[in-house]
């Protein structure tokens, strides 16, 4: 690579958020802190071609392929998020781009892509900046990374770094902000290193809320600062649990976290239900099974009818036996994603 051309690759991977960011103010800073598992499989895999321009023209140059396929509706995306990020990274203008972008889980599989696409995104920016500026250290690397990240989307800025990460200020986590993720600096019991998410795929359908619309929805709304007050508390009760190892009062705030979520949005004007039929059959025999078993799963939700089922590694075999039994009868085309905690964005 030189300061002329070159070319990179990273993958980043989702996340699934336990504490819950809903609801922003200016600049993408979160209302409240949220904590998540970085995931491992459901990933994005970007490359970035750069070639120095003859003219530094005013405008941004580049060229997009999405799964090998020219991508016309991406490109404002990326315009914005360029937009944005210039004034960090002002080397953009000098350069022609060529973005290339594929997923490792199925397009329209309500997975949203735009944490694992903006995080990869970043880092391949960074890794130039780090091509111009080599003394840079890792911690400002992964930082910026981050923090260019989360300006694309705002949770991506926690798909950078791995396993469970934090972004926004905590009273409880030291080094939290606003403006990045952070890996958890706190004791984490081991029961949490090798956690599953298993994302049972209930509505592939296009999402009926975005998440723009979403965290605007929360301006105004009547339990807004309440809810807010909660996420605090919630992760502030995640800081033991996590060095416990706890998981019958992780299940508690998890799940309480995931119908909060869905409750904002249904008691937000206009109102959305983004649950299906499926997706509370699911929960039902989700609590059925735990009830009857003792077996430590939960479920939690995203902006969307699709369930993550949330375990640890010990039990993944029973908990396996009762998906492919009982819960992909409610999955759309009987369709599910294995995937688990990861430790987040890698050069490739
Ligand atoms: O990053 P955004 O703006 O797409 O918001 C994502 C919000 C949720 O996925 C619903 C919750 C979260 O914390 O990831």
Known sequence: ????????????????ALVKYWGKKDNQIPANPSVSLTLNNCKTITSLSYTKKENT????????????????????????????????????????????????????????????????LAMNLMALERVLNPEMT?????????????????SACRSIQGNVVVWGQHAGIAGSSDLFGVPYPNPLHEVFTDFQDTILLVDKGEKQVSSTVGHELMHGHPYADRRFVQAHENLAALIPVFESG????????????????????????????????????????????????????????????????LYPQKVKESVMFFIKNELIDFCQNSQYLCDEIGSGAVAL
């Open 138 to 154: 890792d911690s400002y690397f992964f930082q910026k990374a981050s923090f260019l990240a989360r300006l694309g989307s705002g």
């Open 1 to 16: 690579q030189t300061s002329e051309k070159g070319h990179f690759e990273w993958s980043a991977p989702s996340n699934i």
């Open 246 to 309: 706890n998981l019958e009062e992780f299940i508690k705030i998890v799940e309480s976290e995931a119908l909060t979520l869905h409750g904002m949005m249904m008691t937000s004007m206009p109102y959305f239900i983004l649950m299906k039929p499926n997706t509370l059959e699911i929960i039902n025999r989700i609590w059925k099974f735990r009830n009857a078993t003792g077996t430590p799963v939960c479920f939690t939700l995203d902006a969307g009818a699709n369930v993550h089922v």
């Open 57 to 120: 023209g005013n405008g941004f140059s580049f060229d997009l392929l999405f799964e090998g396929q020219p991508k016309e509706d991406f490109k404002p995306k990326i315009q914005k998020f360029f937009e944005r990020i210039v004034v960090y990274l002002p080397f953009l203008k000098e350069y022609h781009f060529s973005i290339a972008t594929q997923n490792t889980f199925p397009h329209s599989s309500g997975i949203a892509s735009s944490a694992s696409g903006m995080a990869a």
